[in-house]
């Protein structure tokens, strides 16, 4: 039994290592370098929409962070409805997955992919399964956060 | 008298044989290689149906309909239908059967679903319990995307082992007794693969999960039946791929065996055509289906091919298992198939 | 001016690009590293490390999901500093309460308008 065991771990091993040898590798400056170009691009653009709240309309620093995001988000759905967002996905990898964009594709992509489920367990519970631990890990470190806070300070 | 062959393969003396086979693709499917030799294309991935399912199981139904037209029958002279596919509860066949009315047996072997059915309809049709019945599976992009990965519109990029689940249905319908007597091409044997799993948890890369299997399921063949490549025009695969094919040959390599590798025709590599950008290749119940229907069954009854070997792979994994971190467990099953002469 | 677009591209560009290199090292998927990151950049927040980075790079921060987790956990320690022990709980979803108000109510819309297509 012991030998039978130890011999399938070797099996599995070797094969590991074949597998390695022959897949194909994933091109990483190129992917890395396409990341970097729509990271920045998206984090200019939401700059620009800043700047637009900030001085234009006068908002402060937080409500014109908050207007851009809502912004971003629109335009994110609105490009994800249209077929465009996996596109550009398919170009920029962690470039239009990392920016507050790839968090509402995330959102819009399983609400529009479950509607044929139904409004409520369709749309409505589908929309959070890839957003929903963003969510969870988010704000439940943040109340942790919070709570060392208070702790820091009544001591 | 045993018809038995060694530790895995059945010899079908009777001889059934292929009536007639029909297959139905998508659009991206029809812009491959072998694009024209399909019977029919859907219009678009919805296929005139409500739902990404319903679009699936209409084209298994139609599949059905039109091998049993080609063969100049009815449906009701149909007495079993062989069929699977990959969704949960194979629902595309359940409900295709549904509407068929044909005596139904379920099957879900994943990817290897057509060749399971032809060597189970094989051995049914041999033993005198069938004289006319059908195999049939199915797959659609866009149901297994959801199932098993993720949402169409999620912008994430596929990684290089990743396959693309072709949309597409195949049919055979097999004839026992006097039947089987006018058919050009014909079932020698079957051998049943066993599960193997090499400890792959990559859902990504399923090639590498199924190739341990089709490399024993081959390898059990040769032994049971004293044949090898040489025997064979071709040894046909389902969806291993381009990274399956390679380890395929790789593992017959270190078992002993000379690989002849012109002789070595995946489906999956030959589905589409490099510049198509489907990473590893084609894979999918309807991709091993939809390719011996459209060009080895029919290079089978032509006479072009004499003998082939055929036997489509799965990855018999779902979301929960690969959630779970398990592994990937695969199959084969082979089906032998031989060119008849007329008379002969 | 200018300045601020050039270190916002820089900073979110850098950003993006060490998600790729996860994604393309590690096993991890989009959704872990959408994870991943608003911890992170809760943690950097609580820390005080990520406001310096912020008032650099402007949105070049705020934009990554890094900068949802850091308004998060900013939101989280003024409501404490307002509102003791109660703001823990109801100061980091309000400060990103647009973000995720916004979210739901275009997905919803989403749905409800466009139909999810083959993909390319």
């Not at chain 1, 609400?111 to 399964?129: D, S």
């Not at chain 2, 739902?51 to 699936?56: I, L, Q, V, Y």
């Not at chain 2, 999620?154 to 007597?181: D, F, I, Y």
């Not at chain 3, 309460?97 to 997905?107: L, M, P, R, S, T």
């Amino acid at each position: 039994m012991e030998t039978k065991s130890h011999n399938r771990a070797q099996q599995i091993e070797r094969y590991a290592g074949l597998v390695a040898r022959l897949a194909p590798k994933s091109d990483m400056a190129k992917g890395v370098v396409r990341a970097f170009l729509v990271g920045g691009l998206i984090c200019t653009l939401g700059q620009g929409i800043t700047d637009f709240f900030a001085y234009k309309m006068e908002f402060g620093t937080q409500a014109a962070s908050t207007a851009t995001s809502i912004c971003l988000i629109f335009l994110s759905a609105l490009l994800t409805g249209l077929g465009v967002y996996d596109r550009i996905g398919k170009f920029a990898g962690a470039g239009s997955i990392v920016p507050i964009t790839g968090f509402a594709n995330s959102v819009v992509a399983p609400a529009m992919e479950f509607r044929r489920e139904g409004l409520v367990m369709g749309v409505g519970a589908k929309l959070f399964t890839l957003a929903g631990p963003v969510l969870v890990y988010g704000i439940g470190s943040s109340v942790i956060v919070g709570l060392i806070a208070f702790f820091m300070e009544v001591m | 008298m045993s018809k038995r062959m060694g530790a895995q393969t059945v010899s079908l003396p009777s001889r059934p044989g292929v009536l007639a086979f029909a297959s139905i693709v998508g659009q991206k499917e029809s812009e491959g290689p072998y694009g024209g030799k399909f019977d029919r294309i859907i219009e678009d991935e919805m296929n005139g149906q409500k739902s990404f399912e319903a679009a699936e199981r209409a084209m298994l139904e139609d599949a059905v309909r039109l091998c049993v037209s080609k063969a100049g029958r009815q449906l009701s002279d149909v007495q079993l239908l062989l069929a699977g596919d990959l969704l949960n509860q194979i629902i595309s066949a359940g409900f295709a059967a549904r509407s068929l009315a044909i005596p139904f047996y379920g099957l879900y072997g994943a990817c290897s679903t057509i060749s399971e059915s032809l060597s189970i309809g094989g051995m049914l049709a041999d033993g005198g319990f069938a004289d006319v019945l059908v195999c049939a599976t199915c797959s659609h992009f866009c149901t297994a995307e959801r199932q098993y990965r993720t949402p169409l519109e999620l912008g994430t990029q596929r990684t290089p082992t990743a396959q693309w689940t072709v949309t597409g249905s195949g049919a055979v319908m097999l004839a026992g007794g006097a039947a089987a007597k006018s058919c050009a091409a014909v079932l020698t044997h079957a051998t049943c693969g066993k599960v193997l799993d090499l400890g792959i948890t990559d859902a990504n890369n399923m090639g590498a999960a199924m190739a341990p299997a089709a490399c024993d399921t081959i390898a059990a063949h040769f032994a049971d039946t004293g044949r090898g490549f040489d025997d064979f025009d071709l040894v046909v695969t389902g969806d291993l791929g381009h990274l399956g094919r390679d380890l395929l040959i790789e593992l017959l390599r270190e078992k002993g065996v000379k690989v002849p590798e012109e002789k070595l025709f995946d489906c999956g590599c030959e589905i589409f055509s490099p510049r198509q950008d489907t990473h590893s290749g084609g894979s999918g119940c309807g991709c091993a289906a939809s390719m011996i229907c459209a060009h080895i069954l029919p290079e089978l009854e032509a006479g072009h091919l004499n003998r082939v070997l055929f036997l489509a792979t799965g990855a018999l994994l779902s979301p929960t298992t690969t959630m779970q971190g398990e592994s990937i467990p695969g199959v084969a099953h082979a089906v032998a198939l031989e060119h008849r002469k007329a008379g002969a | 001016m200018i300045l601020m677009y050039v270190k916002a591209f820089i900073v979110g560009g850098i950003l993006c690009a060490i998600g790729q290199v996860l994604l393309l090292k590690t096993a991890l998927t989009s959704s872990r590293i959408l994870v991943g990151y608003v911890t992170v950049g809760v943690i950097l927040g609580a820390l005080g490390l990520y406001e310096p980075l912020a008032d650099f790079a402007g949105a070049g921060a705020t934009v990554p999901l890094t900068g949802f987790g850091y308004a998060l956990s900013q939101g989280a320690m003024e409501a404490v500093k307002s509102q003791g022990i109660l703001g823990a709980f109801t100061g980091g979803v309000t400060s990103a309460a647009g973000g995720i108000a916004a979210a739901v109510f275009f997905g919803y819309l989403a749905a409800l308008i466009f139909k999810p297509r083959m993909k390319s």
